[in-house]
């Protein structure tokens, strides 16, 4: 699973891939803090992990789970902190200068329509978008802002684990200059692979996540722009680079 950035998240109006939790205001972000708090065991500094009597209990010192009983949920002050310092996150100074080969790539990138998910000036609509052979509840179309088109994706985590809600959030494209690699489970290690037409293709390599055991494996999903003539592939990905 790719780990995804946090550095923007307070614009984003859903949480996790797979939009599993909304995102209104700081108190969404602070449950969904609560919510993951169980990856704590990953958290380890100097010894110390900020659950209630890990830290000082041997047994876990492998990074080994503790029975529920053993785990204390922050508190609010300091969920609030978490939630605070999060917004807080500026990317990194941008080594890509705008050229003629950008312009032309932002005029390429109207002209596909991309702005339709990836809307300026966040680069993303902030909606959901559902995956292959999800049937959307009437429901939803009520109570959640859903993007109708199904671009391809691998179902697997959206439709076949404990954080599947049938749908992906359309992620930002800002900052995708370091943000590699992509596609949820990080299958594609730059946006050069991403555009590559082969990749589609049941024996393409994965230049990222592979799999155990795997060698080669289609990563679908997305085919918009893995088609365009090379030079205006080229200048697409000169002005992503530069977002």
């Known amino acids: 699973m790719q780990i995804p950035d946090l550095i923007g998240v307070r614009e984003r109006r859903y949480l996790d891939h797979t939009g599993l939790m909304r995102h209104r205001d700081i108190g969404d972000m602070m449950r969904y803090a609560a919510l993951n708090q169980g990856a704590d065991m990953l958290s380890e500094f100097a010894g110390y992990r900020p659950t209630a009597g890990i830290a000082a209990d041997a047994r876990f010192k492998d990074d080994l789970l503790p029975p529920p009983e053993m785990l204390e949920r922050y508190s609010d002050v300091q969920l609030f902190a978490i939630a605070k310092y999060v917004y807080s996150l500026a990317p990194p100074p ?130 918009f722009g893995i088609n365009l003539p090379p030079g205006d592939k080229a200048a697409l990905i000169a002005f992503l680079k530069t977002l």
Request: charged share 25%.
């Open 94 to 223: 941008n080594p890509n200068p705008v050229t003629d080969l950008s312009r032309r790539g932002e005029a390429i990138f109207a002209r596909e329509g991309c702005g339709r998910c990836h809307t300026p000036p966040l680069y993303t609509s902030n909606k959901l978008t559902p995956a292959q052979g999800f049937e959307i509840p009437e429901e939803h179309l009520r109570n959640y802002d859903i993007e109708r088109t199904v671009v391809g994706t691998d179902t697997a985590l959206t439709m076949r684990t404990r954080r599947g809600t049938g749908y992906y959030k359309i992620p930002s494209l800002r900052g995708v200059w370091y943000r590699g690699p992509f596609e949820h489970s990080g299958s594609v290690a730059t946006l050069e692979d991403w555009f590559d037409p082969r990749r589609l293709r049941n024996d393409y390599v994965p230049t990222g996540y592979k799999g155990y055991g795997v060698t080669h494996r289609a990563v679908p999903g997305h085919p």
